[in-house]
């Protein structure tokens, strides 16, 4: 019996477990070991890294070393991709946390977004041939590296920019001689085009007046041919792979152009063909360990509403809004789909302006989506009380809902902490994923709880409340629960980058950053409905539901994002 009260659990975990081995092998390949890195940066705040370092590198026998960086609001792990290939090639790779991003210290965007920092770390290890240092970067990554460059312009040989540019809004003005040997490779559907060339669309980026000034072009750029000298380090090459911005660390082309750069710039690694990349197979795990993760959560509710301390709260639900789908069920659902994602920008925007980052509320973008959250729930609870269905009583056990909450993420917590530990890995596919919480970011996640929480309650009470049907199967269930809450957001998304890939622009083009963070929206969501559904379907309450929601949801969004505020 016990057994079968955990078996769920155990089909998760094995799921972690076998996904966290597979990426592992993979990020560790040829004999690579990686290193969880602190070096202190400027102002004495305490920066953050992983080192790969490559078989048989010593002080006796040195290798070349690249500095890889990540984009705005992502952490080093999102540069797996590039760094796995590089350290199989023989180079020693920091994966940096920028400044205020995953677990460096500072704020986002101070001290060279902890560039120049990094790259005298790395020159001061004794493994590292210094006079092969590359740079890479991804999007503010680039802009980061360039601070490194623009401080200590004899400390590298050559540079990657991804997704990035020289110049304003936060790099030096790039020339023909200075940053040396650049590689720009800015995919054809980049969301930041404007931002960073000056060009409305991707595409179109040869025409750009700021990159052929750069490249030292009296006409349009051609994208593969080698502009100066390498020699001379001022060797310039555009590449553009057909992918979107993010989609630059997903995509073999654009790792693969950077792969080629570094081993025509930098001396000492080995020169193994391009096309031979196994990265995929890591992020493969991975998303195998993430899928794992819920699975595993829903067995530790599972197992503990068998337990005697929550098993009075289990009580399968006897009302439900609608006895079938009918108009005015259908009008309620394409409303819970529609209005958060009309109101979307619009909120993000007031806050933006409402609540700038400070001790309080110190990262701006969840700051954002918490206003988001907190206005829509609000309008959903209104909603529910003007627009009703049958009457739906709930379970309210508030005190055993929010222990059983704490039990089962504290549970989740320790597993995400055994795997941070014996593989170097964390649960994530792209740039959505389950990380751990610095001290600091644990006593913001504190602050945040609270609208989280707010959200979730007034919510999952609305969904459940609101919208649940009699006549319906478990799938169908699960499948318009999850609808309600992510559908809209996800048709949304498919109407802007078929929009895209189409045109070259955004529904939306002067929302590339919202239009990104958007995407997370579908996943979190998605996650929620069913973490929700599998408890109300259970507990007869939406309590448990939104307590669970709210931990997990504040757990990911605050370790995930910048803090733009330096306490």
Same mark, same amino acid.
Do not use: C, M
């Given at each position: 019996m016990l057994l079968k009260n955990w078996k769920l659990f155990l089909v998760g975990l094995t799921f972690v477990l076998v996904g966290s081995v597979l990426a592992h092998f993979v990020q560790t390949s040829n004999?690579?070991?990686?290193k969880d890195t602190r070096f202190i940066g400027a102002n004495g705040k305490l920066q953050s890294g992983l080192l790969y370092?490559?078989?048989?590198?010593?002080?006796?026998?040195?290798?070349?070393?690249?500095?890889?960086?990540?984009?705005?609001?992502?952490?080093?792990?999102?540069?797996?991709g590039f760094a796995i290939?590089?350290?199989?090639?023989?180079?020693?790779?920091? =994966?940096?946390?920028?400044?205020?991003?995953?677990?460096?210290?500072?704020?986002?965007?101070?001290?060279?977004?902890?560039?120049? =920092?990094?790259?005298?770390?790395?020159?001061?290890?004794?493994?590292v041939d210094v006079d092969n240092i590359g740079l890479e970067g991804h999007s503010m990554g680039g802009w980061t590296v360039l601070a490194a460059a623009a401080t200590y312009p004899d400390d590298y040989k050559s540079i990657v920019l991804e997704g990035s540019s020289v110049g304003a809004p936060f790099a030096a003005e790039g020339t023909t001689e200075w940053p040396r040997n650049v590689s720009v490779v800015f995919s054809k559907f980049d969301e930041f085009s404007q931002l960073m060339w000056g060009v409305a669309k991707a595409d179109d980026i040869e025409t750009s007046e700021k990159l052929q000034k750069f490249f030292g072009a009296d006409d349009v750029v051609e994208e593969g041919k080698l502009y100066g000298d390498i020699a001379q380090g001022n060797a310039r090459i555009l590449w553009q792979p057909p992918v979107t911005h993010p989609g630059d660390h997903i995509s073999r082309a654009a790792i693969g152009h950077s792969i080629d750069w570094f081993d025509k710039t930098l001396e000492g690694a080995e020169s193994i063909p391009?096309?031979?990349?196994?990265?995929?197979?890591?992020?493969?795990?991975t998303l195998i360990g993430l899928v794992g993760f819920v699975v595993a959560l829903l067995g530790v509710l599972q197992g503990l509403l068998q337990m005697p301390t929550f098993a009075n709260m289990r009580k399968k639900p006897q009302e439900f809004a609608f006895e079938?789908?009918?108009?005015?069920?259908?009008?309620?659902?394409?409303?819970?789909?529609?209005?958060?994602? =009309?109101?979307?920008?619009?909120?993000?925007?007031?806050?933006?302006?409402?609540?700038?980052a400070s001790?309080?509320?110190?990262?701006?973008?969840?700051?954002?989506?918490?206003?988001?959250?907190?206005?829509?729930?609000?309008?959903?609870?209104?909603?529910?009380?003007?627009?009703?269905?049958?009457?739906?009583?709930?379970?309210?056990?508030v005190a055993r809902a929010a222990l059983l909450a704490i039990s089962a993420v504290f549970v989740m917590y320790f597993i995400t902490m055994f795997v941070d530990f014996f593989f170097k890995v964390d649960f994530r596919f792209w740039f959505v994923g389950v990380k751990l919480l610095s001290a600091e970011r644990f006593a913001i996640a504190l602050i945040y709880l609270v609208p989280f929480t707010a959200y979730f309650v007034l919510a999952m009470r =609305?969904?459940?409340?609101?919208?649940?049907?009699?006549?319906q199967s478990t799938l169908q269930t699960y499948a318009l629960n999850a609808l309600a809450l992510m559908g809209g957001f996800a048709l949304f998304l498919v109407a802007q980058y078929i929009a895209l890939y189409a045109t070259g622009k955004l529904l939306t083009p002067s929302e590339p950053l919202n239009t990104i963070v958007m995407y997370q929206f579908v996943p979190i969501l998605l996650t929620a409905a069913i973490i929700s559904t599998f408890l109300y379907?259970?507990?007869?309450?939406?309590?448990?539901?939104?307590?669970?929601?709210?931990?997990?949801?504040?757990?990911?969004?605050?370790?995930?994002?910048?803090?733009?505020?330096?306490?």
């Open positions: 004999g690579v070991e990686i370092v490559p078989e048989g590198v010593s002080a006796e026998n040195k290798a070349p070393a690249i500095l890889a960086v990540h984009g705005y609001i992502n952490s080093r792990e999102v540069q797996s290939e590089y350290a199989r090639r023989g180079y020693i790779v920091l =994966a940096l946390d920028q400044t205020g991003h995953g677990y460096s210290e500072g704020a986002a965007f101070s001290a060279g977004f902890g560039g120049p =920092a990094a790259l005298q770390y790395l020159r001061g290890l004794d493994i391009s096309s031979n990349q196994v990265w995929y197979f890591k992020e493969l795990g079938e789908r009918n108009p005015k069920w259908l009008g309620l659902f394409l409303f819970s789909t529609i209005f958060p994602v =009309a109101n979307y920008y619009f909120l993000f925007s007031l806050a933006q302006g409402w609540f700038p001790a309080l509320l110190p990262q701006t973008i969840t700051s954002q989506v918490a206003f988001w959250a907190v206005i829509n729930g609000a309008v959903f609870a209104v909603l529910g009380l003007v627009v009703r269905g049958n009457s739906v009583k709930f379970e309210l056990d =609305a969904l459940h409340g609101g919208l649940s049907i009699r006549k379907k259970r507990t007869s309450s939406y309590l448990p539901g939104a307590f669970v929601n709210a931990l997990l949801v504040t757990w990911y969004i605050v370790a995930g994002q910048a803090t733009q505020f330096a306490f």
